[in-house]
């Protein structure tokens, strides 16, 4: 009675069977993301036997987790959405085992993403207008732009290149706004990341982020693409997102509040004039504050450090761990902030079950020109962002509609959003800043920052599944 | 379309009101309709909504049919959730996003009745992450069910199969169905706009795809509020 068809794990970790950039990031200073449409299948079914075959010719490798000696010019990986996978041949009985998220695609799942109103797909430019034609996200990580051209001719030859996106890796890991970004990665088992050595978080099970091993959720398996084997197994699924970050609003928005909040009662127990100089040279009352707005927003102060081990200083002394902190009831990081909310480690949060378990990947790279405060202009900026995990509904989904926008998890925030990256509006906005008395200020009357301006779900295929869609015939 | 706005719509619009002819248009015009202009059945559940009121204290009217109708089969699933209470209230407590959940023995049926907050798919997985056994034994005595078993190799499977279960909760003001009918079938919804009176026709037609709806999304006395707030706010804890 009990179905054994399915759920056949995997037993061996094999980094050579797992596309690169998934379980450890590149650290490339470009990127550019190849939006594809299969115009020509069997071109394409040749184009994928050649990049995972042992002589691919002029055609880019994909590139594998395996650790490399010497650091490549340039890394090859690709991800397909359910109309790709369609296009490229797979049956119908076949495409109806992917989750119903991925099926449907990111335009539909809009309204639960918080894509509607200036970020709803309906908005979008192209390529991302017309998501039928969205087949794959090709993404070549390189050291130089001249390596990412020659590759993109290459693939030209082979698939309808239907848009591109460029990002790049600023100074210091910084990102729009200004904040360091790349931070906090869930932590795995088999894996090792030097950079996360002295993460004291607990580690995950390799089910978080790949296909066909045991989960965060105790007893809990996700079901595979079929054949599992051949299709499933090491795979995983991102959320490909391209987000318009307004630097010149956010930066007014500091501005307004500081000034707002000089003038408030309580101001002298979330800033005593005689603290400034903690914030070091050339800071007034009034900037120092635009700091801590910022910070209690994010969870971290822009250079990184936590809100939560910090909250007087940008700059402690002695120096805090970047990644080892919890939340707990009197915690100084509010309830609120994007980091807190996105991740609520051990914290109090009103889904007892959830605490660690909606773990994601993320790998993100910035768009668009510079942004200079001192000269604040309105080009588009923002990030290029790839949220990873195993299952999109479990995930990436979960984090965005119930924590980052709604605000569940907690009912102190419950009915606000994110303030950096929700769904807000000038005129239904709110954010509870934290004092150090325990009492609180609520900022009101911020505007929507992010907005989405592209993006698919995409299935990131093991080796072997490239392989097993290049053999694909009809 | 046009063609069908003709004479043969206008005479569908009318047939509520046409007592005479109920018996030939129950035998012979419906069924000619739904093979003529069928409607796909509406996904059960509330929908998402950008207003975070809409996405707290929200209605699921989970409808399992038994897998044996008879007294016998009945009284078998009365005792499977008899048995279980004790989980329940433990699933409720870690899960923290639900108002109340009860079950009823309606006929054939084996009805969960229960109000929560936020994601539908979260509730769900998350009831299956503590209490999954509880679903596994339910699932025993439902039509359909042992597909399903265990639950929690089933997740993504289960979801599905309670979301196509759950009623269809029909739109407080008549008049949005159609949007939700053009939706369904993947049309820009009200493009072009639909004759108002073709409302009794297209809700005839959509309670053929789904026999039994719930009437609106449930009605509030007060705002909503998530049930850690209720909790929070007279201290009981969350
Ligand atoms: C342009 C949009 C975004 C910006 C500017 C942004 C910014 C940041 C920054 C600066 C951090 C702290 C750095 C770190 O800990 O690594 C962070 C952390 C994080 N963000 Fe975002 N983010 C964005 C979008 C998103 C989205 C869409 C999601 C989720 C679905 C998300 C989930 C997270 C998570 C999970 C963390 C780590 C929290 C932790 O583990 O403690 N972010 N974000």
Redesign the pocket.
Same mark, same amino acid.
């Given at each position: 009675m009990v179905n054994i068809e399915t759920n056949i794990q995997n037993t061996k970790y094999r980094p050579e069977d797992i596309q690169g950039n998934i379980v450890r990031g590149y650290n490339f200073k470009y990127v550019r993301h190849l939006i594809l449409e299969v115009s020509d299948v069997k071109a394409a079914r040749r184009f994928l036997a050649a990049s995972v075959s042992d002589d691919s010719g002029d055609v880019p490798s994909i590139t594998r987790e395996t650790s490399w000696k010497k650091k490549p010019e340039s890394c090859f990986n690709i991800g397909f959405t359910y109309e790709g996978l369609k296009a490229l041949g797979l049956s119908r009985k076949q495409l109806a085992s992917f989750p119903k998220e991925f099926v449907e695609g990111m335009t539909k799942r809009a309204l639960k993403i918080g894509d509607f109103g200036e970020s709803a797909p309906e908005t979008w430019p192209a390529p991302f207008d017309q998501p039928d034609r969205v087949h794959i996200v090709a993404s070549v990580h390189a050291k130089n732009i001249k390596s990412i051209d020659g590759i993109q001719d290459i693939v030209a030859r082979s698939f309808n290149v239907i848009g591109v996106r460029d990002g790049r890796a600023l100074d210091k890991g910084k @990102?729009?706004?200004g904040?360091?970004? +790349?931070?906090? $990665?869930p932590k795995l088992k088999h894996v090792h990341d030097p950079s996360e050595d002295k993460d004291d978080q607990p580690i995950n099970p390799l089910g978080v982020v790949l296909l066909g091993y045991p989960t965060r959720l105790e007893g809990v398996l996700f079901s595979l693409p079929q054949p599992e084997k051949e299709l499933g197994f090491n795979g995983t699924f991102n =959320?490909f997102?391209v #987000?318009s $970050?307004n630097a010149a609003e956010f930066e007014t928005y500091l501005t307004e509040a500081a000034e707002d909040l000089l003038k408030h009662k309580d101001i002298d127990h979330l800033l005593p004039a005689k603290e400034v100089k903690l914030f070091g040279k050339g800071h007034t009352r009034k900037s120092a504050i635009r700091e801590i707005v910022a910070a209690q927003m #994010?969870? !971290?102060w822009r250079n +990184?450090v936590p809100y939560e081990t910090s909250p007087d200083t940008p700059n402690p002394d002695p120096e805090v761990s970047l990644t080892n902190f919890n939340y707990g009831y009197k915690s100084r990081c509010p309830v609120g902030a994007? %980091? !807190?909310r =996105?991740?609520p !480690?051990g914290g109090p949060i009103v889904q007892h079950v959830a605490n660690r378990t909606r773990? @994601?990947v !993320?790998r +993100?790279m910035v768009y668009g020109p510079d942004f200079d405060p001192s000269k604040p202009d309105n080009e588009e900026r923002?990030?290029l +962002?790839n949220?990873i995990g195993a299952n999109l509904g479990a995930q990436?989904e979960a984090? %965005?509609y119930d924590w980052?926008n709604l605000g569940l998890q907690h009912p102190d925030i419950t009915g606000s959003n994110d303030p950096? #990256?929700g769904a807000n509006s000038r005129e239904t906005s709110w954010f509870d800043l934290t004092l150090k008395n325990g009492g609180k200020i609520r900022l009101r009357g911020f505007p929507r920052f992010?907005t989405s301006r592209g993006g698919a779900y995409t299935f990131l295929p093991s080796i072997r599944a490239v392989k097993y869609l290049s053999d694909l015939s009809g | 379309m046009s063609k069908t706005e003709g004479w043969f719509a206008r005479y569908v619009d009318t047939l509520q009101s046409r007592g005479w002819f109920k018996f030939v248009s129950k035998y012979i015009v419906v069924p000619y309709w739904i093979w003529r202009a069928p409607k796909p059945k509406l996904p059960g559940g509330p929908r998402v909504s950008p207003q975070p009121s809409d996405n707290i204290q929200r209605m699921m009217n989970l409808i399992m049919p038994l897998k044996d109708p008879s007294p016998i089969g009945r009284a078998t699933a009365v005792s499977v959730v008899a048995q279980n209470v004790d989980e329940i209230f433990a699933g409720l407590d870690n899960v923290g996003t639900v108002h109340f959940a009860r079950f009823l023995l309606l006929d054939d049926k084996l009805c969960m009745i229960s109000a929560y907050d936020g994601d539908f798919s979260n509730y769900i997985r998350d009831f299956i992450v503590t209490v999954g056994s509880v679903f596994d034994e339910i699932m025993t005595q439902i039509d359909g069910g042992d597909d399903l078993i265990p639950t929690e190799h089933n997740v993504e499977k289960f979801i599905e199969w309670v979301h196509e279960h759950d009623l269809f909760q029909a739109p407080d003001y008549p008049t949005h169905m159609f949007a939700l009918q053009d939706e369904a079938i993947g049309r820009e919804p009200n493009k072009p706009p639909h004759m108002i009176q073709s409302l009794p026709r297209d809700l005839i037609l959509q309670l053929h795809a789904n026999p039994n709806i719930s009437l609106g999304g449930g009605y509030r006395s007060y705002p909503g509020f998530t049930a850690a707030q209720v909790r929070d706010k007279f201290g009981v804890g969350w």
């Open positions: @990102i729009v706004f904040y360091v970004d +790349g931070i906090s $990665q =959320a997102r #987000l $970050q #994010l969870g !971290r +990184g994007h %980091m !807190r =996105a991740n !480690r773990r @994601i !993320r +993100g923002g990030l +962002g949220f990436f984090i %965005m980052l950096i #990256l992010i | -």
